[in-house]
């Protein structure tokens, strides 16, 4: 057998350490052996995915987006917690634009707080 390495570990170092893997391997084939299941729990509180969602994914014309952001409304969640009338009030957001914004947020399971 002819053994080839890069040279960071000698040939013969190289066949003893696959040899040893492969018996490692092999052994659990041979004699199986029960390992205890180990349960990890995390507890979280609820996931709040609105305030992750830039408004930007509404698909508002982009004036519309602009002010909303220019009136402090970077996420879904900011949107939600001010609430219709408060969206409302920002320049340039009109019935057209909150009704958009209304009917995206029930297609996503929102409404206004």
Same mark, same amino acid.
């Given at each position: 057998?002819?053994?080839?390495?890069? &040279?960071?570990?000698?040939?013969?170092? !190289?066949?003893?350490?696959?040899?040893?893997?492969?018996?490692?391997?092999?052994?659990?084939?041979?004699?199986? $052996?029960?390992?205890?299941?180990?349960?990890? *729990?995390?507890?979280?509180?609820?996931?709040?995915?609105?305030?992750?969602?830039?408004?930007?994914?509404?698909?508002?014309?982009?004036?519309?987006?602009?002010?909303?952001?220019? !009136?402090?409304?970077? *996420?879904?969640?900011?949107?939600?917690?001010? &609430?219709?009338?408060?969206?409302?009030?920002?320049?340039?957001?009109?019935? $057209?634009?909150?009704? *958009?914004?209304?009917?995206?947020?029930?297609?996503?399971?929102?409404?206004?707080?």
């Amino acid at each position: 057998m002819e053994v080839w390495t890069d &040279g960071s570990i000698a040939p013969l170092d !190289a066949v003893k350490k696959a040899t040893a893997d492969l018996i490692t391997s092999l052994s659990q084939v041979a004699d199986p $052996k029960e390992y205890e299941e180990e349960i990890v *729990t995390v507890e979280t509180g609820p996931i709040n995915k609105a305030a992750d969602i830039s408004i930007e994914e509404i698909e508002l014309p982009l004036r519309v987006t602009n002010a909303l952001k220019k !009136a402090g409304f970077a *996420t879904i969640d900011d949107m939600i917690k001010a &609430g219709r009338l408060e969206v409302r009030k920002a320049k340039n957001v009109g019935e $057209k634009s909150i009704k *958009t914004i209304e009917k995206w947020l029930k297609d996503n399971g929102y409404t206004w707080k």
